[in-house]
C-alpha cells in the first residue's frame, strides 16, 4: 500500500488538458515530437518562431551538478540548457536522450508559452520516500503527449491499437512505457492516485 501527500491544496492538470495543448502545439509546429529531426528543428529554428527570448546552449559542466542534470530550462532567460554528452546521444538518436530533451521543451512550453507554472510537491511513501515537484511531472507527462502523434489518440480503432501494440517506431515505446507506469497515476491528481492506491 503507498500513502500519496500532495500539498499545497489546489487542483492538478489531468491528462485530457495535456493532451489538449500538446495538440495545440502539435499543429503550430507541424509535427509530433517523435523524431529527432522534429525534436532538433524546434531547439534550432521553430521555437523562436514562438518565443522571441527563446534559445538553447548546451553545457559541458551540467555532469558535476548533484545526481547528473541532463539538462533544465531557465524560465528567466527562456534558455534551454543540455549536457553535452546528453546532445551528442540524442544526435546519435538515443531515445532515452531525446526524450530528456523533449521534457526541457515541455517545460519552456509549458511555462513561456501556456503560462502554466505548477507549484504542487508530491511526496509518496513508501519508495524510499520521494519527494517530486509537479512541476517535473507535468514537464514529463506533456512530453509523452507532444511525442505520441494526435491520430494515436484520434485515429481509427485499428490504427490506435496498432500504435498502443508497440508495431510502431521505438521512439514511441518511450511515452507508451511512461504512461502505463505509477508516475502517470501520480500526476493525474490525489484522488485517482489515492483510489489506485
Same mark, same amino acid.
Given at each position: ?33 517523435? &523524431? ?7 531547439? %534550432? ?46 544526435? &546519435?538518436?538515443? %531515445? ?6 523533449? *521534457? %526541457?521543451?515541455? *517545460? ?10 505548477? %507549484?504542487?510537491?508530491?511526496i509518496e511513501i ?6 517530486? &515537484? ?24 485499428h490504427i490506435k ?10 521512439? *514511441? ?25
Amino acid at each position: 500500500m503507498k500513502i500519496i501527500i500532495v500539498l499545497k491544496n489546489k487542483k492538478l492538470l489531468g491528462m485530457r488538458e495535456f493532451k489538449r495543448l500538446a495538440r495545440i502545439l502539435q499543429i503550430e509546429f507541424g509535427c509530433s515530437l517523435d &523524431n529527432k529531426e522534429a525534436i532538433f528543428k524546434i531547439l %534550432e529554428d521553430k521555437g523562436k518562431e514562438f518565443d522571441s527570448q527563446f534559445s538553447f546552449e548546451t553545457r559541458d559542466d551540467l555532469v558535476y551538478f548533484p545526481g547528473f542534470v541532463q539538462g533544465y530550462y531557465d524560465d528567466v532567460t527562456h534558455t534551454i540548457y543540455i549536457a553535452e554528452e546528453v546532445c551528442d546521444r540524442a544526435w &546519435n538518436g538515443d %531515445e532515452d536522450a531525446l526524450f530528456s530533451i523533449v *521534457h %526541457e521543451i515541455a *517545460h519552456w512550453a509549458l511555462i513561456a508559452l501556456f503560462k502554466i507554472e505548477p %507549484e504542487f510537491i508530491v511526496i509518496e511513501i513508501p519508495a524510499a520516500f520521494t519527494v517530486t &515537484n509537479d512541476a517535473e511531472l507535468y514537464a514529463d507527462l506533456f512530453a509523452c503527449c507532444m511525442m505520441i502523434p494526435y491520430f494515436a489518440f484520434n485515429g481509427s480503432k485499428h490504427i490506435k491499437n496498432n500504435f498502443m501494440s508497440g508495431k510502431t517506431s521505438i521512439m *514511441h515505446k518511450i511515452p507508451l512505457v511512461y504512461l502505463s507506469g505509477r508516475r502517470y497515476y501520480r500526476a493525474v491528481g490525489f484522488h485517482k492516485a489515492k483510489k489506485i492506491a
